[in-house]
């Protein structure tokens, strides 16, 4: 079963947007819509025009992860939508890991010097794979002026390419 991991396709959309709210709202609990996430609804607008990228890790056909960067400023990017269906996480596909990796190449390609994240206390997983990563956690004001905090975030990271 291979993993076919690319940039953003206006046509996959929909698949994106039903991968990532049950992630959100029935494993996590997180109150949180699709309308709450103008990102998600105009992907290109919001990440590709403004100078990041967003990646889908898909299994014939069907997407089963995403990653992306939103550029904050000059050599700085936010990794965002950070998700993989529940059935391919893990070391079996190793999803997450290789979307990261991909997206990692891309930022360092297009010379950015670090990354930040913000994430919910309840991704636990997600906090040990960040941190497996080399991320580092960092307070709230930590980040630089210019990030986008998302209302939901209480636990932030830092990842330096160079």
């Given at each position: 079963?291979?993993?076919d991991?690319?940039e953003y396709?206006?046509?996959?959309?929909e698949?994106?947007?039903?991968?990532?709210?049950?992630?959100?709202q029935?494993?996590?609990?997180v109150?949180?819509?699709?309308?709450?996430?103008?990102?998600?609804?105009?992907?290109?607008s919001?990440?590709?025009k403004?100078?990041?990228?967003?990646w889908t890790?898909a299994?014939?056909?069907e997407?089963?992860?995403?990653?992306?960067?939103l550029?904050?400023e000059?050599?700085v990017?936010?990794?965002?939508k950070?998700?993989?269906?529940?059935?391919?996480?893990g070391?079996?596909?190793?999803?997450?890991?290789?979307?990261?990796e991909?997206a990692l190449e891309?930022a360092?390609?297009n010379?950015?010097?670090?990354?930040?994240?913000?994430?919910?206390?309840?991704?636990?997983?997600?906090?040990?794979f960040y941190e497996?990563?080399?991320?580092?956690?960092?307070?709230?004001?930590?980040?630089?002026?210019?990030?986008?905090i998302?209302?939901v975030?209480?636990?932030?990271?830092?990842?330096?390419l160079n």
């Amino acid at each position: 079963m291979s993993v076919d991991i690319k940039e953003y396709e206006e046509k996959i959309k929909e698949q994106i947007i039903n991968l990532i709210l049950p992630i959100q709202q029935d494993e996590y609990g997180v109150s949180i819509t699709a309308a709450d996430q103008p990102d998600l609804l105009d992907i290109h607008s919001h990440y590709i025009k403004k100078g990041g990228n967003f990646w889908t890790a898909a299994i014939e056909d069907e997407v089963v992860g995403t990653v992306s960067f939103l550029k904050v400023e000059e050599g700085v990017l936010a990794l965002r939508k950070m998700f993989v269906k529940k059935e391919y996480r893990g070391s079996r596909y190793n999803i997450a890991a290789r979307l990261l990796e991909y997206a990692l190449e891309w930022a360092k390609a297009n010379e950015f010097d670090v990354i930040y994240l913000g994430t919910t206390n309840e991704f636990k997983a997600a906090h040990r794979f960040y941190e497996k990563n080399h991320f580092q956690e960092i307070t709230k004001s930590d980040l630089p002026s210019s990030f986008p905090i998302v209302h939901v975030d209480r636990k932030f990271y830092r990842r330096k390419l160079n």
